[in-house]
């Protein structure tokens, strides 16, 4: 079914006079009296180079006093400014009003205490359903136009807490129903800055295109079946689906909260791991949390080993990489198993016994009841409180009004509805999925699992049909185990691939041991050529 974009011109225009309205904000204009004379200047530093920076660049030059954070959000405001509605891009719903004045005070606690904290003054894009104190959060729909949360998510707070900008609030798949692209009624529909003229993937879009177009250092998505590392495929990054309960969920607008993970998506591994390392463990607000303890390492990045892959064994899983495969995805995969050869990994071929069978009837729809339980916990209107207020108040396309219907007269499991939905680690079909494959990981000694994040290059904007190929909803959201994805490639058009690595339930430290040698000994990384550093 064709989707019809839900925004007309004159919607259009209103967006765009509201981000012009906040970059001005954010940008210290109209000065107040006497302002225009003191404002200190925050223009970038000549000597930084801003495209494809990373944390330890950018604090690099913090400590080298080449860089401010106020300079530095500024930067990426001036390309968000440039790049995000001129181009179409359309990967950013609102920037954040208090960015500079957060950076300044960050300025001003470096020079007092010449120390860094883990993320100090680093500009995250935040995707639209994590709730952000004081600054809107939609998760797509105009059903919560105007909603301002009180308090952040757990994620974004503990990034708050460690020092961490947050610029803006990215695009989305409206509710996050969708993993083949990222429209919202909130925005409209966000473009793969590789390629314009193709999808970003979804649910998080907006993030993947908005951190692989640098229009913000480092970001985060959420995954309850693809949305994390999909986007994060189809625009050349680093994607973290972390084991289910590593990291709480707290204050984000759920879609299936049995699948629901919250994580980074950045340009590289590193960057990933550190925005990991503040935001791993228990929060009392998210029980499912319990699981990490005792599963938490001191630090994450003692783990990032450029001979990571030496004496690794690998297993490939032909169950998803030989099925439906396109011919240059396929190239790239093969070649993606050459050279982890040849920085030292030995690869074996596995084979899950019954993988079919065990796959099989893992959804349940549990919309309703999640997403009610958010709506009274956090939005608190009386207006809102049920699916059918969200229907009544419309203005979505047409395949999430048949999701949002669908989900009224539906829950549990279509088929032997008797069976509970649980979680990974109470619902008994989830179980076994999750023994079946870790026991044959352990009977061939391998340390992790790899196949193509997508058996397919991404599809062209408006073609549903071209939607295929897609491994990440197969195995891990249902069996609660991590999988990170990394560039792997381009395909024609300048189209990006992505590896995908699974691990054991909570052995990250592997995964990221693994994939930080994968993508030391290939950096197929690179910046879409569209979105060019700016003039200085």
């Known amino acids: ?78 390309r968000i400014r440039t790049y995000d509605q001129p181009t179409r891009l359309n990967a950013i719903i609102i920037v954040n009003p208090e960015a500079i004045a957060t950076a300044r005070a960050l300025d001003a606690e470096f020079r007092k205490t010449g120390k860094l904290r883990p993320l100090h003054g680093i500009p995250v894009i935040v995707k639209d359903n ?44 409206e509710w996050a129903f969708t993993p083949m692209h990222s429209q919202s009624s909130i925005a409209g529909e966000t473009r793969n800055p590789y390629n314009l003229d193709y999808v970003p993937a979804g649910s ?5 295109a908005a951190v692989a177009a640098n229009l913000g250092a480092v970001g985060l998505g959420s995954d309850t079946g693809n949305s994390i590392r999909g986007p994060s495929s189809h625009n050349a990054l680093v994607g973290f689906r972390t084991s289910l309960g590593l990291v709480s969920r707290y204050g984000i607008i759920p879609l299936y909260t049995r699948n629901d993970v919250g994580g980074p998506m950045c340009r590289t591994v590193e960057d990933a791991v550190r925005l990991l390392e503040v935001t791993a463990g228990y929060d009392p607000n998210d029980p499912i949390t319990k699981h990490s303890q005792g599963h938490v390492p001191k630090t994450y990045t003692q783990f990032l080993r450029k001979d990571g892959l030496k004496g690794a064994r690998i297993g490939v899983l032909r169950q998803l990489s030989d099925r439906n495969i396109h011919p240059e995805i396929k190239q790239l995969f093969d070649q993606a198993l050459a050279d982890l050869t040849k920085a030292g990994a030995q690869v074996v071929d596995v084979t899950i016994p ?16 999640d997403i009610e339980t958010y709506l009274r916990t956090f939005v608190k209107r009386d207006t809102l409180k049920t699916l059918e207020d ?56 391998v340390d992790a699992l790899i196949y193509p994040s997508w058996n397919y290059p991404p599809a062209r904007i408006g073609d549903d049909k071209g939607y295929k190929g897609d491994n990440s909803q197969v195995v891990a959201p249902a069996t609660g185990l991590p999988a990170f994805t990394v560039p792997m490639g381009y395909t024609t058009g300048n189209l990006p691939a992505g590896l995908q690595f699974l691990g054991r339930l909570f052995d990250e ?21 569209g979105f060019a550093a700016l003039s200085k």
């Open 1 to 78: 079914m064709p989707i019809k974009t839900p925004r007309n011109a004159c919607t259009y225009l209103s967006y765009t006079l509201r981000l012009a309205f906040c970059l001005l904000l954010v940008s210290g204009y109209p000065p107040t009296l006497g302002q225009a004379q003191s404002r200190p200047a925050t223009s970038p530093a000549a000597k930084f180079e801003l495209l494809e920076a990373t944390i330890s660049d950018i604090h690099r030059a913090f400590r080298n006093r080449t860089l401010t954070s106020e300079q530095l959000v500024n930067a990426y405001l001036d």
């Open 130 to 173: 994590f709730n952000t104190k004081g600054l809107q959060t939609t998760g797509g729909s105009v059903a919560l136009k105007g909603f301002a949360p009180t308090d952040d998510a757990w994620q974004v707070q503990k990034l708050r807490e460690a020092g961490a900008i947050v610029l803006a609030k990215s695009n989305m798949a």
């Open 204 to 208: 998080s879009g907006g993030t993947a």
């Open 354 to 369: 019954e993988f079919d069978s065990l796959r099989a009837n893992q959804w349940c729809a549990e919309f309703r009841a």
């Open 390 to 445: 969200i229907i009544r108040v419309g203005g979505y396309s047409d395949l999430v009004r048949d999701r949002l219907t669908y989900q009224q007269t539906h829950s549990g499991r279509a088929s032997h509805p008797e069976i509970p939905c649980g979680d990974a680690y109470t619902d008994p079909l989830r179980i076994a999925f999750r023994k079946a494959v870790e026991a044959e990981m352990d009977r061939l000694r």
């Open 509 to 529: 430290p592997t995964l990221i041991r693994l994939t930080y040698g994968y993508e030391q000994a290939t950096h197929h990384r690179k910046a879409p050529s």
